[in-house]
């Protein structure tokens, strides 16, 4: 059955749609942190929780509020007033950190980068854009122009000149044996370079931890001191939260924020999974900035009453049963736990990480260079040993992705830690 689907998937979908697994699984139903395919294999989901199950799978607060309202109305979001979408707003502006915030809401993370590129380059008036080497931001025509990982960013004629900075990664080459300090002196110089030789840039966007790009390791204080550098110079912060917000990095309720002093950032995007599963997305921005178009602009779905209703009943989750301080708790133990099992095998160059998002990074044992084989052999060997973990990193994909729903629980981590511990063993 599922070989059968394999066929017709490829047979009717584009080549470059990516698909985990030699033989890929159809996942079929899920509950709480683990997930069945279609021929009855419960696997621990270790990689949902950052695709689209922030919280749970199937959690019943959010299934409830979503047949309510499906069974209720859903209409268009905003030529009539819509009580979920406000309600939401108020919520992520009050969370946001942002003064004076507004909120618009899309439907993914691509829709909502497209917005702030929209908004960024509008109110400054420049189409040139900063961002980092490494990033993703998403899919469409510009997001994809300003996606630094060369393995996402098809070859396009980008509509924004784009210029890529230093700072995402530094797990090889050159920047690799700098301390922090040198680190971000050695970034900062190369900002200050490139904005020496450019008509000044709308905005940087950046991930605060690239998610594709491996779960990276920027160090604290690198986007406050990129900001000093960057508000010399009128340029706008974006921060790319899709993948570090909502407490997912357990010390912080958003990734920015582990870079204190740069204080809030001037645009801030948010999708995946916020909606546990329904499709939203969104940007944050001071309302001098959100209100400088100066045309109508709609979304349809963008903020339709059922993915508000399940935005809301996901947050409602996830603050009141402190999800953020499960992630910091459960977490800090998991990345013990898998940087103590990694020791033993050569293959693996770092364990970075923070909260439930936590990177390995592969290489052959004693060089520097990128193992994507072993990356592909370790996701075989858990996803066989019951566990789905995620790929990432520059081209070669050579890091390990652990990103479990928030409420990961002890004894789940434990489980999870054992069965990585013995497919990163399989590979000696
Ligand atoms: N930004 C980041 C940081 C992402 O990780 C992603 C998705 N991987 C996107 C934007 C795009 O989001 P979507 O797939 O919802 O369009």
């Known amino acids: ?3 059968d689907l394999l066929g017709r998937h490829r047979a009717v979908l584009p080549d470059w749609l990516a698909l985990y697994y030699e033989e890929p699984i159809e996942i079929t139903h899920g509950e709480g942190r683990h997930v069945w395919d279609s021929e009855g294999n419960k696997y621990l989901d270790f990689f949902g929780g950052i695709l689209t199950t922030m919280t749970a799978h ?4 959010v299934t409830k509020a979503v047949s309510e309202q499906a069974g209720r109305i859903i209409h268009s979001s905003t030529l009539y007033l819509n009580r979920p979408m406000v309600e939401l707003a108020e919520r992520i502006a009050q969370l ?3 003064p004076d915030a507004r909120v618009f809401f899309t439907t993914s993370g691509t829709e909502a980068n497209d917005t702030a590129l929209l908004l960024a380059t509008t109110y400054r008036r420049s189409n040139t854009i900063l961002a980092m080497r490494n990033s993703y931001h998403g899919r469409s025509f510009s997001s994809v122009g300003i996606t630094g990982n060369r393995g996402w960013s098809p070859t396009s004629l980008s509509p924004l000149q784009t ?3 230093h700072g995402g990664v530094r797990t090889r080459g050159p920047y690799a044996a700098l301390s922090d300090a040198d680190f971000i002196a050695a970034c900062v110089d190369d900002l200050r370079d490139l904005l020496g030789h450019t008509r000044p840039p709308a905005a940087l966007i950046a991930e605060p931890i690239q998610g594709v790009g491996g779960f990276t390791s920027p160090p604290d204080g ?6 000093e550098v960057l508000q010399e110079h009128g ?6 939260e899709v993948q570090t917000g909502w407490g997912r990095t357990g010390e912080h309720f958003w990734g920015w924020q582990a870079h204190g002093r740069s204080g809030p950032p001037d645009i801030m995007t948010f999708a995946k999974g916020i909606g546990n599963g329904m499709s939203i997305g969104g940007v944050v921005a001071r309302s001098e900035i959100m209100n400088c178009l100066d045309a109508n602009s709609i979304s349809t779905f963008g903020g339709t009453q059922i993915t508000m209703a399940a935005g809301l009943a996901n947050l409602t989750y996830l603050l009141e049963h402190d999800l953020q301080g499960n992630a910091r708790r459960v977490g800090g133990m998991l990345i013990e736990r898998i940087r103590s ?3 033993q095998v050569p293959h693996v160059r770092e364990v970075r990480g923070r909260g439930l998002m936590i990177g390995i990074e592969l290489t052959r044992p004693g060089t520097d260079e990128a193992d994507w084989q072993a990356a592909s052999a370790v996701l075989e060997a858990a996803r066989a040993g019951g566990l789905l973990i995620g790929k990432g990193g520059g081209h070669n994909t050579s890091a390990l992705r652990v990103a479990p729903p928030l409420s990961l629980n002890v004894a789940e981590a434990e489980e999870g830690a054992e069965i990585l511990e013995s497919a990163l063993r399989s590979i000696q």
Do not use: C, H, K, Q
Not at 222 to 227: N, T
Not at 235 to 240: E, G, T
């Open 1 to 3: 059955m599922t070989n």
């Open 58 to 61: 199937a959690l019943p607060e």
């Open 96 to 98: 946001s950190g942002i």
């Open 163 to 165: 210029l890529y900075v």
């Open 222 to 227: 690198l986007y406050a001191a990129f900001r």
């Open 235 to 240: 340029v706008l912060w974006i921060a790319d």
């Open 341 to 343: 099992a990694a020791a």
